[in-house]
Each structure stands twice: as structure tokens, then as C-alpha cells.
């Protein structure tokens, strides 16, 4: 199993019990003790977990930006209902803007279906996503946030400039009860307002997880977006 397979698992199992012990870790995952404790210091240095003696605990923390391999495993099946309705302001031959998030990354699947799309992304994984399909795909490089594989500033943001999009599908980690939608990272949110104002048609996509939920920083308001797409 891979380095980044355990650290999925180890959170999956956290995330069930709120704690684990290195030797049940160790003897779920099929690897030594000393494999576990170094996967949970990562993920320790990750704002993740905190130590204990002989395990470890969940931290949780609302302004704390998960990592996008945890995130990408959070409410699966309603990330995909969420694509699939969003497939639906698609068109050949559109200039189309994805967000680095992991629910916009559930839409790439359904792009196979259209012809002649050009595609511009902040997400380092999503380019790596896209590369088997028949499009014409930038990715804006700049400075990479490492917890989302997503690339912000300056250099971004300037590049994100060059061009004018049919649609923009993104989303963010909250929606608060006045229709703020907003989000932890401060950098990501300055990216996707800039590819917002380059957009004629804005398509927010998020789960109703999310309702409720205030982050630090502002990206704008549900009143400002042309479809909320959701799964309730």
C-alpha cells in the first residue's frame, strides 16, 4: 500500500471512532508499527490528528484547510449527483474555468461528451485529470498550496486574466445562513473571485453539508451566482 493510501485509511478510520491505536492501525492496514507512527507524524505536521500515547486522535477545527486526498473522499456520491447535473451547462466548443476543489474535480468525467472545450484550471491534480481527453487544457501554474494541490498568486491570478470564460464551476467550503459563501484559504478565494469576474456564467456546486457553515474569508453570495447546484 502506498504512502498516501495508509494516510487516506488511517483518516478513514479516525473519522469513525475519533481515535486509534498504532497497534490496531497497524494490524488494519497490514504494516508495521513503525510505518503507522510515521504516517501519523505527517498527518500530525498536517494539522490532522494530534498524538497520543500509543495512538492518536481527530482534531477538528472549522478555519482548518483538509488536505485534498481527505477531501476527496468526503460525501462522494453526492459530488457525483452534483456533476452530473452541472454537465448540464455544457456546450462544444465552450471556454470552460474548473477551481482546484475536489467536488468541481467530479465533473472531468462527463467533459469526455462534448467536443472542442478549452479548459483553464488552478488545480494541479485536476490538469493531471484532464490530460487523457481530447481538449485543449491550461493549467495556470504559480505558487502550489500543497494540502490542495491548487496553484495561487500573483502569477495565477494573471494568467486566470488572459481569458474569458463561457462558465466558471466552483465551489467553496461553506455557505453561511445569509447566503456568504466562503471559504478557509484565503489564496483560493482570491483566485476564484478572479476567475468569477472572467465568467459569464458562474455554477456553485455544494453539498448539504456545507449549509451553515462561515469560513474566514468572503468569496461572494448565492445571489451573485447563476446556478446553485446541490444534492438536497
Not at 478513514?12 to 510515521?38: F, G, W
Not at 500509543?54 to 456520491?77: D, H, K, T
Not at 466558471?168 to 453561511?176: I, K, L
Request: glycine share 6%.
Amino acid at each position: 500500500m502506498l504512502e498516501m493510501e495508509r494516510l487516506e485509511q488511517i483518516i478513514t478510520q479516525l473519522r469513525k471512532n475519533q481515535t486509534a491505536t498504532v497497534k490496531a492501525l497497524a494490524k488494519d492496514l497490514y504494516v508495521s508499527e513503525a510505518t503507522i507512527r510515521r504516517d501519523l507524524n505527517i498527518l500530525e505536521r498536517q494539522g490532522l490528528v494530534k498524538r497520543l500515547h500509543g495512538g492518536a486522535v481527530l482534531m477538528g477545527g472549522n478555519n482548518r484547510e483538509l488536505p485534498l486526498y481527505v477531501r476527496e473522499q468526503q460525501n462522494a456520491e453526492a459530488k457525483y449527483a452534483m456533476a452530473a447535473k452541472a454537465s448540464r451547462h455544457l456546450r462544444d466548443g465552450q471556454v470552460v474555468f474548473l477551481d482546484a476543489s475536489s467536488t468541481v474535480m467530479y465533473l472531468i468525467k462527463h467533459l469526455g461528451s462534448f467536443n472542442g472545450l478549452t479548459i483553464v484550471t488552478n488545480g494541479l491534480k485536476t490538469a493531471e485529470q484532464l490530460r487523457s481527453l481530447n481538449h485543449k487544457v491550461y493549467c495556470t501554474g504559480g505558487l502550489l498550496l500543497h494540502n490542495s494541490s491548487a496553484y495561487v498568486g500573483e502569477y495565477a491570478t494573471d494568467f486566470v486574466r488572459h481569458f474569458n470564460a463561457d462558465v466558471f464551476f466552483f465551489s467553496s467550503r461553506g455557505v453561511a445562513d445569509d447566503g456568504q459563501i466562503t471559504d478557509a484559504s484565503q489564496e483560493e478565494t482570491h483566485i476564484r473571485r478572479v476567475m468569477f469576474e472572467q465568467s459569464q456564467k458562474r455554477v456553485f456546486l455544494c453539498d448539504q453539508s456545507k449549509y451553515g457553515q462561515r469560513y474566514c474569508y468572503n468569496l461572494c453570495t448565492v445571489a451573485q451566482v447563476d446556478e446553485f447546484i446541490s444534492d438536497k
